[in-house]
Antibody, heavy 117, light 111 residues
Framework: EVQLAESGGGLVQPGGSLRLSCEAS????????MSWVRQAPGGGLEWVSL???????AYADSVRGRFTISRDSSRNTLYLQIDSLRADDAGVYFC???????????WGQGTLVTVSS | QVVLTQAPSASASLGASVKLTCTLS???????IAWHQQHPDKGPRYLMN???????NKGDGVPDRFSGSSSGAERYLTISSLQSEDEAVYFC?????????FGGGTRLTVL
């Protein structure tokens, strides 16, 4: 069974940093296309970043240069390093697996990021 | 860049059927999409992908009451024999070169 478990969210001051983790089971992260998707309070879903099977990456314009997606094959874990946090980065961050590079076919339960001074 | 448009809300009675629509932006009528369901304070759940010819493949455990179809730039999710647990927000999702895009979501109320 495919399972995704996010962690690492919390309260951070504007300008601060955070590293989110997504531990996967039931499949191999390094053989998959994996994304981070976020949801502002009461809002819709926004794709943030994706890492391809070969390790290259893609980012939404709103986060490029501040967020870094990566993975650790030995831990079967996906990461999102978030730097220079802004108020509009607040929300629940979900990790997701893609069917090839197309649709998302599995989701985690999310981890909450709160940005406040 | 591709844009997906969904009505913000829909409602239907318990036991009835409802058809939710996701519209692809101009020039993207050949694109496939996926439907996802989200209950309050939960992570989304993948329901199915829908191709431009209406073909669809459902995720594990998705009831037969859920089906997908297409017409032109519109992609549909039909839920029949509505149950109370179908009350949720439904998002469509597609992809283009280097970007993955979501519609704004339709909040379905089961009356």
């Amino acid at each position: 069974e495919v399972q995704l478990a996010e962690s690492g969210g919390g309260l951070v001051q504007p300008g601060g940093s955070l590293r989110l983790s997504c531990e996967a089971s039931g499949f191999t992260v390094s053989n998959s296309y994996m994304s981070w998707v976020r949801q502002a309070p009461g809002g819709g879903l926004e794709w943030v970043s994706l890492i391809f099977r070969l390790g290259n990456t893609a980012y939404a314009d709103s986060v490029r240069g501040r967020f870094t997606i990566s993975r650790d094959s030995s831990r079967n874990t996906l990461y999102l390093q978030i730097d220079s946090l802004r108020a509009d980065d607040a929300g629940v961050y979900f990790c997701a697996r893609h069917h090839d590079g197309d649709w998302i076919d599995s989701w985690g339960q999310g981890t909450l990021v709160t940005v406040s001074s | 860049q591709v844009v997906l448009t969904q009505a913000p809300s829909a409602s239907a009675s318990l036991g009835a059927s409802v058809k939710l629509t996701c519209t692809l932006s101009s020039g993207r009528s050949s694109y496939a999409i996926a439907w996802h369901q989200q209950h309050p304070d939960k992570g989304p759940r993948y329901l199915m992908n829908v191709n431009s010819d209406g073909g669809h493949n459902k995720g594990d455990g998705v009831p037969d009451r859920f089906s997908g179809s297409s017409s032109g730039a519109e992609r549909y999710l039909t839920i029949s024999s509505l149950q109370s647990e179908d009350e949720a927000v439904y998002f469509c999702q597609t992809w283009d070169t280097g970007v993955w895009v979501f519609g704004g979501g339709t909040r379905l109320t089961v009356l």
